[in-house]
């Protein structure tokens, strides 16, 4: 292990990767301040500029992009009540009343330290339990890497806002688009209508760019310039009472804990992480009585597990290729391009990249607190950016960027096509995000069904015969189950009250 | 009444229609195997069929219940969308600058009503940003300008 981590040191110190792995926090942090741009629109937008940059350098800028989008989402939340990220919509709800309370800069700084002491626990999970999982994962045959998919997508679907229906539609509607293009089994081409540029399918920058960037700008163009809370927040504001700082170490750790556990639950992501953490803390707390009133363990806790959750969904997406959350089907992505197969061999074949990425991880962090206190300032001007500059430039942004990867106008033109068609899914309440982990691992779980039926000579039973596979897809029917009902009938009750409205 | 039932369902509808041109091409097109070695079309038509059945379940459902939807804005829609078109219209034309200048121009009408100055500083600071960015910083070999 310590001759591991001291691979992965001189991998991450070298000066270009510590000065990329500071450009990525610092544009993160930049993009997740500004509201409705969250880390998969950051990713998405600086996932071309990384095709330029050796693999190693390129994950650690994007893994900086990705954590300093998260921890900018909260500076929105904190200063604004708008979640700059979906996963730090749980810190509004005692961010936003500490700031009214004039203690926005405490509510900053417990953030920052929350989110780094979050990130290295994540970062301690990763180095100890990646090596174990990546062997493990050498066992799994087909069948059992198709119920971890399946798990992963039916994850993906139950904790997709707009319902667990929805989210199953998304994801069917992603895994057919990502059967667009050759079969890489029978050579044949698939749903191209004969357009030669999707021989090789539709490229997955160009489905997120199109479905969370121009789809984003359609949907908040126009949205009025919020008020900004403009206090002063200088060095003096910035520290808690002595007893606050008390309360908030055991607050973290469980935050921690349970942010490192839900993220390594593939689909399932930060939001899930934060949401619980935030829903046990408010059980087991002294103070659950000032829950939502400004309470400073609001703030610590889903903080805490959202940063340990960006961390620890490295795991399955490196050592199994499942991603942990939408973002990381893009990581995914962008080690694919650049020829690295994620996966149980990747620790093996690519020590470096990996020990690397995990110390970089620990430089980011370090740089997220070195640089945001200091920073802060910066961050509270440039949420006062208008509207009017920043959706026209988030535009030209994400359309240079597409056309940058292969100088391919047919890829703007698909991006647009996206973009419109996840507006219209928006409108009618379908949430794109389990859209592109369907994309993502569509293809995989088609490869894995169909070596599955062939080892078994055409026995469906073969998925119910491994104790492994049988377990993860009677999971998956619980999940469903469990979620669909309480949800209809929620549902139902919601549209009763539409009804009665109109 | 029964229009505006349908409308409520458009996004719904989208989806049926998607689904079933993935259905019909699998089933067409594409040869579907045996259960030992499916072939292209087995998966697709398999994901195609569920997606049919909940978007029938999903239409079936919010008929009875109308369920909420937004309306759509236009403007910002046409904005946006003629921004990335003129984007991909003007770059084989002029080159990259030109079409980011026409780009953020055609975009700045997506939110809402702009002075000429503002208008005019949008426009150059997309210009100026893009040069600064891609071509200068990340050094991308992109076409600044073309034809001149």
């Known amino acids: 292990m310590l001759d591991n981590l001291a691979l992965g040191y001189a991998t991450a110190t070298t000066p270009s990767n510590l000065f990329y792995c500071f450009v990525g926090t610092f544009l993160g942090t930049f993009i997740g301040v500004l509201p409705g741009l969250g880390p998969l629109a950051a990713v998405a937008m600086l996932l071309p500029v990384s095709f330029y940059l050796p693999p190693e350098t390129a994950l650690v800028m994007l893994a900086g992009v990705y954590y300093g989008a998260e921890y900018g989402g909260s500076i929105a939340s904190i200063l604004l009540n708008i979640p700059g990220t979906p996963s730090s919509s749980i810190t509004c709800i005692d961010g936003y009343p500490m700031a009214r309370q004039g203690r926005a800069g405490v509510a900053l700084l417990m953030t920052a330290l929350a989110s780094f002491f979050g990130g290295v626990f994540g970062i301690l999970v990763i180095a100890g339990l990646a090596p174990a999982l990546a062997e493990f994962a050498l066992l799994l045959q087909p069948a059992d890497y198709f119920a971890v998919m399946l798990l992963g997508l039916v994850a993906a679907s139950v904790v997709s806002n707009s319902g667990t229906l929805r989210g199953v539609m998304m994801v069917c509607l992603g895994v057919l688009l990502g059967s667009i293009g050759v079969d890489i089994n029978s050579g044949e081409t698939r749903f191209t209508g004969g357009v030669q540029d999707l021989r090789d399918g539709i490229g997955l920058v160009v489905v997120a760019m199109g479905l969370f960037g121009v789809s984003e700008a359609m949907m908040s163009a126009r949205g009025a310039t919020p008020s900004y809370a403009t206090e002063k927040v200088s060095w003096s504001r910035f520290l808690p009472e002595t007893g606050e700082w008390l309360r908030s170490l055991a607050p973290a750790l469980r935050g921690s804990l349970v942010g490192s556990f839900f993220g390594t639950l593939p689909g399932t992501g930060q939001t899930v992480a934060s949401s619980i953490g935030y829903a046990l803390e408010k059980r087991v707390s002294r103070n659950r009585d000032q829950f939502g009133k400004g309470a400073i363990e609001g703030v610590v806790v889903p903080e805490s597990a959202n940063n340990a959750a960006a961390q620890t969904a490295f795991i399955p997406t490196l050592t199994l290729g499942i991603p942990g959350s939408t973002t990381m089907a893009l990581m995914i992505g962008a080690l694919m391009i650049h020829g690295v197969t994620p996966g149980p061999r990747l620790i093996s074949e690519h020590p470096a990249l990996f020990w690397g990425l995990i110390v970089s991880f620990l430089f980011g962090n370090l740089f997220l607190l070195v640089l945001n206190i200091p920073l802060i300032g910066i961050w509270v001007k440039l949420l006062q950016i208008p509207h009017y500059f920043l959706y026209p430039a988030v535009v030209v942004l994400i359309s240079i960027g597409v056309y940058s990867i292969d100088h391919s106008l047919f890829d703007v033109w698909t991006m647009l096509g996206f973009g419109l068609l996840g507006y219209i899914l928006r409108l009618y309440r379908f949430e794109p995000a389990p859209l592109l982990i369907g994309f993502i691992l569509g293809p995989m779980m088609e490869e894995y069904l169909r070596r599955a039926m062939l080892l078994s000579r055409g026995d469906p039973l073969v998925f119910f015969e491994r104790p492994g596979s049988a377990i993860l897809i009677g999971i998956s029917a619980v999940l469903l189950v469990l979620t669909a009902l309480p949800r209809r009938r929620r549902k139902v009750q919601a549209n009763e009250e539409v009804v009665e409205s109109r | ?148």
């Open chain 2, 1 to 148: 009444m029964l229009i505006q039932k349908l409308k409520a369902q458009a996004g719904t509808l989208l989806l049926l229609v998607i689904a079933l041109t993935f259905v019909a091409g699998a089933l067409t097109v594409l040869e579907l195997g045996t259960p030992r070695r499916m072939g292209p079309g087995a998966f697709p038509l398999i994901a195609g069929l569920i997606l049919t059945g909940l978007c029938v379940v999903t239409l079936f459902r919010d008929l009875r219940m109308p369920a909420a939807y937004q309306v759509a804005d236009w403007r910002s829609v046409g904005s946006v969308a003629a921004a990335v078109a003129v984007f991909a219209i003007v770059t084989p034309l002029l080159g990259v600058l030109p079409a980011a200048g026409a780009c953020a121009f055609a975009a700045s009408f997506a939110v809402g009503s702009l002075s000429h100055a503002r208008r005019a500083a949008l426009v150059t600071g997309a210009v100026l940003g893009v040069w600064l960015i891609f071509l200068v910083g990340l050094r991308l070999p992109l076409e600044a300008f073309r034809g001149f």
